[in-house]
């Protein structure tokens, strides 16, 4: 079946660093990917999506590319600020079945 | 306006009480979805609702039932539940149910069952 695997964390760096949070994907279909925010005590919140192979997603700050040749869909920001500190969630769906799986999350804990 | 409310943000009930969870959107979304979220763990979907009827049952114990009174409200009852339910109940919409189309989330209740 369709699944997600992210890197583990927790992952702690210090502000202005560069990150990357990994994201790779098995999928039977042509699915598309989702990164979503969790800040501590709320719900999820979209980041940025791309729907097919090559697009960019970005928001705030944050990039993404779909890579269906490497099936990833790794998360990069160029300089992190403490405000960024939350848990981050890779998703996919495909079909139209409305189900979204999710990658187990990756902590980020941003130091100043 | 891309808002999911969902009340009460808190909720503590023993395991012999009947209580309701309530989720709203007024962005015209068709299809609304029940998260159950554990500590430290990404959100398990446990129903999907499309256009008003239940088509998505993840297999959820009966003590919990959906309701959807009309297209912008979402209900979970919740009755004779266990501690192990402890959790923090995620609602979401989205436009359809498309791969492409967004789930937007509300701010969780957060439920202890004791």
New interface residues.
């Given amino acids: 079946g369709d699944s997600v695997t992210q890197m583990e964390g927790p992952v702690t760096l210090s502000e202005e660093a560069f990150l990357t949070i990994n994201c790779t994907y098995t999928a039977t279909?042509?699915?598309?990917l989702?990164w979503?925010v969790q800040y501590p005590g709320?719900?999820?919140?979209?980041l940025l999506?791309a729907?097919k192979a090559d697009d960019k997603g970005s928001n705030k700050g944050f990039e993404a590319t779909y890579r269906k040749e490497t099936t990833s869909f790794h998360l990069e920001k160029g300089s992190v600020q403490v405000s960024d500190s939350a848990v981050y969630?890779c998703?996919l769906?495909?079909?139209?079945?409305?189900?979204?799986i999710?990658?187990?999350?990756t902590t980020l804990q941003v130091k100043p | 306006d891309t808002e999911?409310t969902?009340t009460p943000k808190h909720l503590v009930m023993g395991m012999t009480n009947k209580k309701s969870l309530k989720c709203e959107q007024h962005m015209g979304h068709r299809?609304m979805?029940w998260y159950k979220q554990k500590a430290?763990?990404?959100?398990e979907?446990m129903f999907?609702y499309?256009y008003e009827k239940l088509?998505?049952n993840e297999s959820v114990p009966s003590r919990f039932s959906p309701e959807c009174p009309n297209s912008s409200l979402l209900n979970l009852h919740l009755h004779a539940l266990q501690p192990e339910d402890s959790a923090l109940y995620?609602c979401?919409s989205?436009q359809d149910?498309?791969?492409?189309?967004?789930?937007?989330?509300?701010?969780?209740t957060r439920l202890t069952v004791l």
């Fill in positions: 279909g042509y699915p598309s989702f979503y709320e719900g999820l919140q979209l999506k729907t969630f998703a769906s495909s079909g139209n079945t409305g189900k979204l999710f990658g187990q999350g | 999911v969902q299809a979805y430290k763990k990404p959100p979907l999907v499309s088509s998505i995620l979401a989205s149910w498309a791969s492409t189309d967004t789930q937007y989330f509300g701010p969780g």
